[in-house]
């Protein structure tokens, strides 16, 4: 019986493989179930043996219900065939036997109608290869283990040939890259990219990750693009790390070892990611991972395969299993998914005069009718490659700076388009140069103004000799590459500009010629043919609001010596209009009392009089009338009735005038929907708001709905005061009439007190109660201070208010105040939670941008994080109000430090000026911004350790509207940390040093704030 057994089976297994396609077609479904195979399971020294090792290899992957196998064929920077290319690279084996494996492999998956697949670790590197092609620390240690560096363009070429070679000799379905990355975002300080980073391989004058960023995208993009000129059935993949690990910080999306994985499918650089997970699958990450990237892009990589996981992902292209940790059925057959190249790419190569590979040269290609531009960078080999092109004409530009610029046109009609060779001339003698860019004039050739500031980049090993016709300095370049010569007087007509650049033995100059000239291009005036009479509405107003009373002012133009009439009023009113100059009319008419017209357009009437000649002595006057009706309404209240307004926005702001600033303010108070208002003028998008017999303010038309039916006015009574206290902190209840508009501040200039004014308020209040246990309100009073305005001060026990908030309670006013937090004497910020806001973040607020690329919002990112570990290590709980490249809103912020109970808000910003005087001569230093009188001792804490690390004094700033600091729940500062927008600040906050000698003195300012305090 068990014989029988045996044979049957063996029976069934041998017609399955006669049979293979027939019986592997019986479901529609399309997936990559891919085994993978690393070298250890199939190497051996005998050729017998790797035969015999990847025919069970494969034979298994079979059985087992697998379509696809990928062999790992080059693993931490050894490889298991053999190479002509370049013979650094090490063996698996030194005594391999002389066998193609990867053909064997390839031949004897398709005996089973299996996907052959090999898997590159590219980057990944062994002690042999050349040192400076290895990534390096900071401090030019070469990174173990060993990495080859992206930012050398001779390392990107060297890898993109071994590909080309072993895809010319070798058949396989497709190749799957791993290691598309450096080690860490630190470990990549080799010569070669730090040359490029400062010269000519960043002309976009990229932030060093950002860069790093652009050698990854570029190797990829040109591999891809490699890969499809071969042969563009080859399948593409790349191979990842867990992708979105984290939805706060966005980690895996935009990696910090530059991993771009978002950008790479956006951008075609391959047919499909591979992501690999180091915990276990679930359907919460796999949820995560499916909601970032198209399913059809994603195979998942795991060891932790289960089969209810397994039909989780029939959604997505495939999954990779591990044949070395054992292989499980797979629980369903799928075919293999068709993955079509529709794509378009262009391939180039671009040499010297010499024809020598020209590496660095910036190239730009636009199509379409929208112009789309795609920018590149020739490679070490001259390679350059655009993809995901669509149209067939296309404009190439290549610039290589100093020469002769050369622009392509071509016509692509097929899929893969390889241009003959570029030259670009005059580049050989170019490329061997000390490279310098100048960033700033950027027309450098022409000036409309006798004096110019000029802003470069070079290698800061680099000395720089500036000379002109009339001085000559030594040049200081910064640790950013970055240098500067202000107040350049030229001279009218052509001046010569020179500069030396010079490294040990090696000198190089540059020429430049700047022609100034005072003349002045006199736009042509656009003509436009008059077929009618045409009517401009001469007054900014579009939307005029006036009330009984009021002065009601026009001016028009229209066709000279005509009779003129403003029809307002809902047509009820035609008033004549004077012509004052030659077709200009104008009409000032004072509106009646009790008069009122609803909102209606404008109209202008134009009658024109022609005397017709019927007989020698008789005439005939012909009248032509015609009414021309203006984009511009106008409405008329009657006074005799207020007219109402209520708040809809979540916060508005009531401002002294109608001047806007950046941040907004200052304000006289700011509101809750809800509040009614009363309107007494419009300028414009503004409401003029009544708020006692002397003080009015401004509000947004946006921000409010006019209430016209309401015929009350707005007349409101303070009627009780009542005081109690809470766990955290003191309250006080406000009995009032109505809701009114009200302003709340502090006020620590002789003692400590919270301010609440009431407008359109009277007081009646029959008393004040207050409890003997409140620990931090000490007396109330309420007074009149004018006709309509009440106010209620609240004086407080301690020296240093803590921090207030309030609520509208049916007609209840509600004021917290909170109690002071428990210091330790010796360790002040023991256990106190301080919450750190790094200001601006993600895609569309990147803040102030420095002169060599720094972006505001990474600058401060990187700080926060160096204060964060600085105030811990003085035993002080941190917040982080932004965690990553986000940017979240200012409620949101807020929030992570009202729910952590934070103590101290500190907003970490850098600043920025004009550099119309020059970029040595712009502003520079700290300073520190708060709102409220309560944070004025603590931004002068910390200001004062600051400037003892700068040298330099830009200021304390009070009266800052930012929202961070305009709260008043919790004590806040905003510390700017520099300029970026001088070349000596941005070298300084570039300086980790520097950042952490800044951070040291932020904390122990706040530890003096915090001694001074509690000595009181």
């Known amino acids: 019986m068990r014989h029988t057994k045996i044979f049957l089976l063996s029976f069934i297994f041998t017609l399955r493989l006669i049979f293979a396609s027939e019986v592997k077609t019986s479901t529609d479904t399309q997936f990559f179930s891919c085994v993978v195979v690393p070298p250890k399971n199939y190497i051996s020294l005998s050729t017998t043996n790797i035969q015999s090792n990847i025919e069970k290899i494969i034979k298994d992957v079979y059985v087992k219900n697998y379509n696809s196998v990928a062999f790992i064929i080059r693993e931490n920077g050894f490889v298991v065939y053999k190479t002509t290319y370049n013979p650094q690279i090490k063996l698996a084996n030194k005594n391999l036997p002389d066998f193609d494996i990867i053909s064997f492999a390839y031949n004897e998956s398709k005996k089973y109608n299996l996907n052959f697949f090999v898997i590159f670790e590219v980057f990944k590197a062994t002690d042999n290869f050349k040192s400076d092609w290895l990534c390096r620390t900071s401090r030019n240690e070469i990174f173990k283990p060993y990495y080859l560096s ?117 951008n075609k650089f391959c047919d499909f990611l591979v992501v690999k997970l180091k915990d276990t699958i679930t359907n919460s990450n796999l949820k995560k991972i499916f909601s970032q990237f198209p399913k059809e892009k994603v195979l998942i990589y795991s060891a932790d395969f289960k089969n209810n996981i397994f039909r989780n992902l029939k959604n997505s292209v495939g999954c990779l299993v591990d044949y070395s940790l054992g292989l499980s059925s797979f629980p369903f057959f799928a075919l293999t998914p068709k993955v079509e190249f529709k794509d378009k790419i262009i391939i180039g190569k671009v040499f010297d005069e010499k024809n020598s590979p020209l590496e660095d040269v910036w190239i730009s290609l636009s199509f379409g009718n929208t112009k789309k531009l795609l920018y590149t960078f020739s490679g070490y080999d001259g390679f350059f490659s655009f993809n995901n092109l669509s149209g067939e004409k296309f404009e190439i530009k290549l610039n290589y700076p100093y020469s002769q610029e050369v622009f392509i046109t071509t016509e692509c009609v097929g899929d893969i388009n390889i241009l003959e060779p570029i030259i670009i001339s005059s580049s050989a003698v170019e490329k061997e140069k000390l490279f310098i860019n100048i960033i700033h004039p950027k027309n450098f050739s022409t000036s409309k103004t006798d004096t110019i500031h000029i802003l ?256 009350k006015p707005i007349e409101n009574s303070i009627l009780s005061c009542v005081v109690v206290d809470n766990k955290d902190y003191d309250k006080i209840v406000i009995s009032l009439k109505q809701q009114v508009a009200f302003s709340i501040s502090s006020n620590q200039d002789d003692r400590n007190s919270i301010v609440v004014d009431f407008f359109n308020s009277y007081v009646s209040a029959n008393w004040i109660q207050m409890l003997s246990t409140t620990k931090v309100i000490k007396d109330i009073k309420v007074e009149q201070v004018e006709d309509g305005w009440a106010r209620v001060i609240v004086y407080l026990k301690p020296p240093q208010n803590w921090g207030f908030w309030w609520d509208l309670v049916s007609s209840n006013f509600v004021l917290f105040i909170k109690y002071p937090p428990k210091i330790d004497k010796k360790n002040p ?31 401060n990112l990187r700080f926060t994080q160096i204060l964060k570990e600085a105030f811990e290590k003085e035993n002080a709980k941190v917040v982080l109000m932004r965690q990553g490249d986000t940017n979240p809103n200012f409620d949101q912020r807020l929030k992570v430090a009202y729910d952590s109970n934070s103590n101290v808000i500190i907003s970490i910003h850098a600043n920025a000026s004009s550099n119309e005087k020059g970029f040595l001569s712009s502003s520079q230093g700290p300073s520190v911004y708060y709102k409220h009188s309560h944070c ?73 704030f915090l001694n001074d305090v509690f000595k009181q």
């Not at 569309?844 to 972006?855: C, E, H, R, W």
């Not at 040291?1000 to 003096?1008: F, Q, R």
């Open 936 to 1008: 004025r001792s603590l931004a002068e804490s910390i200001y004062k350790e600051l400037i003892d690390v700068w040298k330099k004094d830009y200021g304390i700033i009070s009266n800052f509207n930012y929202a961070i600091v305009r709260q008043t729940r919790i004590p806040a500062v905003l510390v700017e940390l520099g300029f970026l927008t001088h070349p000596e600040d941005e070298a300084f906050l570039l300086d980790e040093a520097f950042l952490k000698k800044q951070a040291n003195s932020i904390v122990e300012g706040t530890k003096k």
């Open 456 to 711: 470069g980049r070079t290698n800061p090993k680099n000395k720089i000799d500036f000379y002109s016709e009339n001085f000559s300095t030594s040049v200081r370049v910064f640790p950013t590459g970055i240098f500067a010569v202000d107040n350049i007087k030229l001279k009218l007509g052509e001046n010569i500009i020179k500069f030396n650049v010079s490294q040990k033995d090696k000198t190089s100059q540059y020429e430049f010629k700047v022609f100034y000239s005072t003349d002045k291009v006199i736009p042509k005036e656009d003509i436009l043919e008059e077929k009618k009479p045409q009517v401009i509405w001469l007054l900014d107003e579009k939307d005029l609001l006036l009330f009984s009373g009021d002065v009601f002012e026009l001016k028009v133009k229209a066709p000279p010596k005509k009779e003129v009439y403003a029809l307002c009023f809902e047509d009820n009113t035609k008033l004549k209009m004077e012509e004052v100059s030659e077709g200009i009319y104008y009409l000032i008419y004072k509106i009646p009392e009790n008069f009122s017209s609803k909102r209606t357009k404008l109209k202008i009437e134009v009658i024109e009089k022609e005397i017709e000649r019927v007989f020698i002595f008789f005439k005939k006057e012909k009248i032509n009338t015609n009414i021309f009706e203006l984009d511009v309404f106008v409405e008329v209240w009657n006074s005799s009735y207020p007219l109402i307004a209520i708040t809809t926005s979540k916060t508005t702001p009531i401002s002294y005038s109608t001047h806007r600033q950046r941040l907004g303010g200052p304000y006289i108070a700011e509101l809750p929907k809800g509040i009614k208002l009363q309107v007494i003028e419009k300028k414009q998008n503004n409401f003029r708001v009544k708020l006692s017999e002397y003080l009015s303010g401004w509000v947004e038309t946006k921000d409010v709905e006019l209430l016209r039916e309401e015929k």
């Open 829 to 859: 910020l023991k256990n106190l939670t301080i919450a750190l806001e790094a200001g601006h973040g993600g895609e569309g607020n990147t803040g102030a941008l420095g002169l060599s690329g720094t972006k505001e919002k990474n600058l």
């Open 150 to 266: 992206c930012g050398n363009l001779e390392v990107q070429a060297y890898i993109r040939n071994l590909i080309e070679e072993f895809l010319k000799n070798r058949n396989v379905d497709g190749i799957i890259l791993s290691e598309v990355k450096y080690p860490t975002k630190n470990t990549s300080y080799d010569e070669a990219s730090l040359n490029r980073f400062y010269t000519r391989g960043n002309p976009k004058l990229l932030e060093w990750e950002d860069f790093q960023r652009e050698q990854i995208n570029k190797f990829l993009q040109d591999t891809y693009c490699l890969v499809k000129s071969i042969n563009k059935n080859i399948l593409f993949g790349v191979i990842t790390d867990e992708v979105y690990k984290d939805s706060y910080t966005l980690t895996g999306v935009y990696y910090e070892n530059f991993q771009d994985t978002a950008f790479w499918l956006e």
